[in-house]
């Protein structure tokens, strides 16, 4: 089997091995690996995010009418959705690889969870705080205590806890798999956070993107949604992909390919 | 799959299992306590506190709004199709406050079956349209013969 | 766009709008240069040699 240690050092490791040296092979082969290449692939998250967030912007403040009952105060709505949906994707995305990071041990899944909270936590932030400037003029209050509101609140220091979790364990496999496990946890809010507007009588309304039945919006209206959903998506990706990157250097500062990469590079 | 991995993952799945059931549990035996407002049809039913601040929810019935005296003071009614509440408000309104639109009262029940509101909120649902779009559909007098919190799957 | 004063005006709520675009604008920013910044204070700690332990 090929281990790939990058491109200077490609080496080929007998199938006749023995498991643990096989094992130990492949974990030190696929840092370096993932460092080089993930260089590359940022660019593929890295332009649609800006092409996709530059239309929805563009169009959700210029290009698109204003609503029928609010008027130009419900173009927030271009930043608000795609952001509560980031918060929601974004900690299902920690629990997959959480679930991953439990069961395969794998650290490449240990590192996405603690690239992507703070990510996913200023996202979190964004839905919240634009969702109480939109609140103030609509309603006629900045906050209330309802259950979407109260679980998306939750949500963020469930966020806020991964990361606290792991800047207060000192070694690098308890904290991965602690931040897993919380991860795995917290997921339950996510599908509390969406049904919340369905099983209780909310001040907040609706969905507005669904998987099932049609949305109640005007198709010039939806696209710059859809795509601002899409772009902010790319970008969760791109931040990630770079947090991750800087992670794995700083778990593995010490090891070879890194002085091999940086020092001498 | 090895054995350990099989174990470790029947682990994880039986702690979300449980966990889940006991949210699952925890959240039906607060479901009352979890509802932001009452809607009319549980008042008249009498399955709302009495004596104490609560919060009504639904529609401002079409026709019901009066602006008695010096125009400070509101008078409507809030309706969920099967019930109506007679509500006394006096103070600033929301922007989205009109006829048909869906509301919250803060307040308490008086002695004679009014509800005297001391904070109005405006809910709005998921429908967004541009005014053309709305005049086309003749949208905007709704009917206020749905319950508040069916608006959305409107 | 016809008119650029009534497009800042946004029907008279600017300042709920713009601060909302406003505050999206500084967090995706910070989330951005941060790593980036981080990524370098570190490949020059690596340089200098800060983690070789003898």
């Known amino acids: 089997m090929h281990v790939r240690l990058g491109h200077d050092e490609k080496t080929v490791v007998s199938l006749t091995m023995d498991k643990g040296v096989k094992q130990r092979f492949h974990r030190l082969g696929s840092s370096p690996y993932f460092y080089d290449a993930s260089a590359r692939w940022a660019i593929w998250l890295a332009v649609p995010a800006v092409i996709c967030i530059a239309y929805a912007v563009i169009a959700g403040l210029v290009y698109v009418p204003p609503d029928y009952q609010q008027g130009d105060v419900f173009r927030i709505l271009y930043i608000h959705v795609p952001s509560a949906w980031l918060s929601l994707f974004g900690y299902t995305a920690m629990a997959v690889a959480g679930v991953v990071a439990l069961v395969w041990r794998l650290k490449l899944a240990e590192i996405f969870i603690a690239a992507a909270a703070p990510v996913g936590a200023s996202f979190t932030f964004l839905a919240l705080v634009t969702g109480a400037i939109w609140g103030e003029p609509t309603w006629g209050t900045y906050w209330v205590w309802d259950a979407r509101l109260t679980s998306e609140l939750i949500l963020l220091f469930l966020y806020l806890g991964v990361i606290a979790l792991h800047r207060s364990i000192a070694s690098p496999r308890a904290a991965g798999r602690a931040c897993a496990l919380l991860s795995i946890v917290g997921v339950i809010n996510v599908p509390i956070i969406h049904y919340s507007v369905v099983w209780w009588t909310t001040l907040h309304q609706g969905a507005t993107l669904g998987l099932t039945g049609g949305s109640n919006m005007d198709a010039d209206m939806l696209w710059p949604l859809l795509a601002g959903a899409l772009g902010f998506t790319c970008l969760f990706g791109w931040l990630t992909l770079w947090g991750m990157r800087v992670q794995l250097l700083w778990r593995e500062r010490r090891s070879r390919w890194v002085m091999k990469r940086i020092a001498h590079g | 799959m090895t054995r350990t991995r099989r174990r470790r993952l029947l682990l994880v799945t039986c702690l979300l299992v449980g966990l889940s059931g006991a949210c699952a549990l925890m959240l039906t035996a607060f479901k009352q306590d979890m509802l932001y407002f009452h809607e009319p049809s549980a008042i008249a039913a009498g399955n709302v506190p009495i004596n104490t601040r609560f919060r009504v929810g639904g529609l401002v019935a079409t026709g019901s709004v009066e602006r008695p005296g010096n125009g400070l003071s509101v008078h409507f009614a809030i309706s969920d199709c099967h019930a109506t509440v007679p509500v006394r408000y006096r103070g600033t309104l929301p922007d989205l406050f009109r006829e048909g639109q869906g509301v919250i009262a803060y307040g308490k029940l008086d002695g004679r079956g009014a509800f005297v509101a001391d904070r109005i909120l405006a809910k709005h649902d998921s429908t967004y349209m541009s005014p053309d779009t709305a005049r086309a559909l003749n949208a905007g007098t709704s009917d206020a013969c749905m319950p508040a919190n069916m608006q959305a799957s409107r | ?54």
């Open chain 3, 1 to 54: 766009m016809a008119d650029w004063a009534s497009f800042w005006a946004m029907g008279g709520y600017a300042s709920y709008v713009w601060s909302a675009y406003g505050i999206a604008a500084a967090v995706i920013t910070l989330n951005v240069v941060l790593p980036v910044w981080y990524h370098r204070g570190l490949k020059r700690r690596i340089r200098r040699g800060a983690f070789i332990d003898d």
